[in-house]
């Protein structure tokens, strides 16, 4: 991808979800104006995303249609890792997939000893529904640039 195929002005800029590298992104240059549903989530399904949007988010992330993955990540809060008590080492995150959308949940939920992940669900899709508003009422209402930085090279 040319730099120059895509300079024009733009209200705003958003990841759809392909990994959290979008967010990160546009918050370390300063373009991060909003957080969205698919900023810390990865989802290597396009059309996926896709009928996630199509139906304007409607089932996505709902407790009946996640599980855990025997996988761990770093906690995130904002792009920013979360240490352990200490301060050294990155604090790790449940890795939970929606089966009804193919998206994983890489960082949201935090995981505790002795604690199940799902204790941690109703402030996650508090947090999530939030986000689902506000996105909706951007994407009616915005001249938008999507962001894929999963296989895209920029040159100038």
Known sequence: MNLLDIKGSYELIAG???????ALHTKRYDLRRNSFPLDWVQSGFLPEVNRLLKNKFEGYMELENMHEKNILAHFV???NVVLEPGGIQPSKAHFIHDSHYKIDSVHDF???P???WTVQYPALKNKLNHRIQNSLTILLNYNLFYLNLQRVSLTC
């Open 77 to 79: 809060d904002e792009g």
């Open 110 to 112: 935090p995981k505790i």
């Open 114 to 116: 002795n604690q199940d």
């Open 16 to 22: 759809l979800g392909s990994w959290c590298g979008p």
